[in-house]
């Protein structure tokens, strides 16, 4: 093990040598720090020159507007990068649960691979079939990728920061209904699909199509409750103002007053939805390779399936944003100073903003853990689950909600101990039904088994 562990070191400091080190890579090197010496030798000569300019510009980033407009540029870029290495990410995941090594060939660890992903996406073969409706055919994954990097301007990712004697919002935009405007997003996602299978005139694809329709149009109701439940108990279509409500503490300061504690089992099917709305295993069945081939997109290639994939790893992000600031304080993280709200450093608000960064990390690992853990469902389970499983367990955890808003109790220890109730109905009903698993979905014909002399009727009930 130690002698594999210095070649590993020697094959790195080759690389080094070969590529940064090399006479090339000084020479680029070189003609950077030339390049920033020019620069800022002219800013120097026109200091006085530039500086009502300056000034201009200073003013411009210190107001709401402009703090806003940087903000998008920043996030639209880090998000774009970080959707790139969710893809490595989530290759070194199931590496780890398959006890394989993963990408490790591309630099260090495999940490170039997505670049190389990215470059073989942009230089393959761009094939459009000549059978398929070639304007919905590229205009499929153009909505899918757009709609996907648009969630998220209502986010508020670092509560309020001081700037230039300014207090200023460190969100994108900030409407009175920024939840509802998640939600009209994300159902959005559903035409990409929709299109594609479409418009690739392919049967296949068409069946996937129809399928991510079905999928999101059970899920997007007890979603939807999920959040009324949240906007009943915190009395605000703001997620800035949900946000705030979350910072404060029960239990003399142990217990934060994160939404997860007073309804976990909506915070628990919220998680589910957002699974089934952004196409992740176990609830895959519009792509399911088994069946469908690729699903809706089995007819694309080169960069327009790219677009696809990225942005399916979007969503991913905005959703697990999403329920970080519905569920689990956004921003705020107890006990540390920098987290709260009168904390309007500029440091403060990087804090906040890694700190709901790391919320959504964790949210990623636990869906690429699943991918790689649990089977795909049937899709006549896919929708049992949705309508007679999620569907009246949010409409109790609904009624149960505005019963304690009647009584004005609606953050209470009440809610914790509803939810328990409506769990373990819910499950004690699972258990009374007895339905056996059988493979075998619950409409279809029995099948007639002869043998020993008799015939013997098996009804086929599936779980």
């Known amino acids: 093990m130690v002698s594999s562990g210095f070649a590993q070191i020697a094959d790195w400091a080759e690389w080094l040598w070969r590529g940064v080190w090399s006479r090339l890579g000084l020479a680029l090197i070189a003609l950077v720090v030339v390049a920033l010496a020019v620069f800022v030798a002219l800013v120097v000569i026109f200091a006085d020159a530039l500086a009502p300019m300056w000034h201009g510009l200073l003013d411009f980033a210190t107001s709401q507007f402009g703090f806003s407009v940087i903000l998008a540029l920043v996030l639209f870029g880090v998000i774009n990068g970080v959707v790139a290495y969710c893809i490595y990410y989530e290759r070194k995941i199931s590496a780890w649960i398959q006890d394989r090594r993963g990408p490790n060939r591309t630099g260090p660890w495999g940490f170039f691979q997505p670049v190389a992903d990215g470059l073989k996406f942009v ?175 089995t007819e694309y290639s080169a960069l327009k399936f790219g677009m696809f994939f990225l942005g399916e790893y979007a969503h991913m992000i905005t959703g697990s944003a999403f329920i970080a600031v519905l569920f689990l304080g956004g921003w705020h993280f107890p006990w540390i100073p920098w987290t709260q709200p009168e904390a309007t450093q500029w440091y403060a608000a990087l804090v906040k903003m890694l700190v709901l960064g790391a919320k959504i990390v964790g949210f990623l690992f636990v869906m690429m853990w699943l991918r790689w853990t649990v089977l795909r ?87």
């Open 123 to 297: 230089f393959k073969e761009d094939i459009i079939p000549s059978h398929v409706d070639k304007v919905l055919f590229v205009l499929a994954p153009t909505i899918a990728f757009i709609v996907a990097f648009i969630g998220w301007a209502v986010i508020p990712w670092g509560g309020q920061v001081q700037l230039g004697g300014h207090l200023l919002n460190v969100q994108v935009a900030g409407p009175d209904i920024g939840l509802l405007y998640i939600l009209g997003v994300g159902s959005m996602g559903v035409y990409g699909g929709v299109l594609g299978g479409w418009a690739s005139d392919n049967k296949y694809a068409f069946y996937g199509g129809i399928r991510a329709t079905a999928q999101m149009l059970s899920y997007e109701i007890p979603m939807g409750v999920c959040v009324l439940i949240v906007v009943l108990t915190m009395g605000s279509l703001r997620l800035e103002d949900i946000t705030l409500g979350q910072t404060g503490y029960w239990a003399g300061g142990w217990i934060p007053q994160w939404n997860v504690f007073l309804h976990p089992v909506a915070f628990v099917i919220l998680f589910i939805t957002v699974l089934a709305e952004t196409n992740r295993t176990p609830f895959d069945l519009a792509e399911a390779e088994q069946e469908l081939v690729g699903g809706f997109h």
């Open 377 to 463: 469902f049937r899709f006549d389970q896919l929708m049992r689950l949705a309508w007679l499983g999620l569907i009246p367990m949010t409409l109790a955890l609904f009624v149960l909600t505005v019963v304690l808003l009647y009584f004005g109790e609606p953050r209470s220890i009440w809610a914790t101990v509803g939810n328990v109730v409506i769990l373990v109905v819910s499950m004690a009903y699972a258990a009374l039904r007895n339905m056996p698993v059988t493979g075998r979905q619950a409409n279809m014909p029995p099948i007639v088994e002869e043998g020993l002399g008799d015939a013997r009727i098996r009804a086929g009930v599936s779980a």
